[in-house]
């Protein structure tokens, strides 16, 4: 018995049973499809909360809304580059993304122009984006 057969029991039983890894090639599409649909949900309730404020409160604080919510999609795009080189490259995701973060608060409180909370808000939006996701994929299984 040579090491190609004992190869060959293992896959075999692995195709029976249904243990099957998926292919990284297809894992990474879907993973790519996965992080479209998220900007797509982050961009469509930015949209619609950066009109909302405009109606309910004024341009200017709708656009303290978006200078965060901008900066909240800024932030996702870095942290979906960090997981995808998680595995490859690197062993954890890194912390720097929260830079941008930290960053942008203390722009927002030495400006006068710029109001904290609707930033701060703003920012949030993908994760509310996040949230709204999780529950139409929990309603469609």
């Known amino acids: 018995m040579d090491e190609n057969d004992g190869a060959t029991d293992v896959n075999s039983e692995a195709l029976v049973t249904g243990e099957v890894s998926p292919e990284p090639h297809s894992s990474m599409e879907e993973y790519y499809?996965?992080?479209n649909e998220l900007f797509l949900w982050t961009l469509l309730l930015m949209l619609v909360t950066f009109i909302s404020v405009w109606m309910a409160y004024s341009l200017n604080t709708a656009?303290?809304?978006l200078i965060g919510a901008c900066s909240g999609v800024?932030?996702?795009k870095l942290l979906a580059k960090s997981v995808e080189k998680l595995g490859r490259e690197k062993s954890k995701v890194g912390k720097n993304q929260l830079a941008l973060?930290?960053?942008l608060i203390v722009?927002?409180?030495q400006v006068d122009q710029l109001q904290i909370v609707p930033i701060f808000l703003g920012f949030?939006?993908?994760k509310a984006a996040l949230i709204a996701y999780m529950l139409k994929s929990l309603s469609t299984t």
Do not use: E, H, K
Request: glycine share 6%.
């Open 33 to 35: 499809q996965l992080q």
């Open 63 to 65: 656009l303290n809304y």
């Open 74 to 76: 800024v932030y996702l």
């Open 101 to 103: 973060f930290i960053g």
């Open 107 to 109: 722009v927002a409180s």
């Open 124 to 126: 949030l939006t993908y």
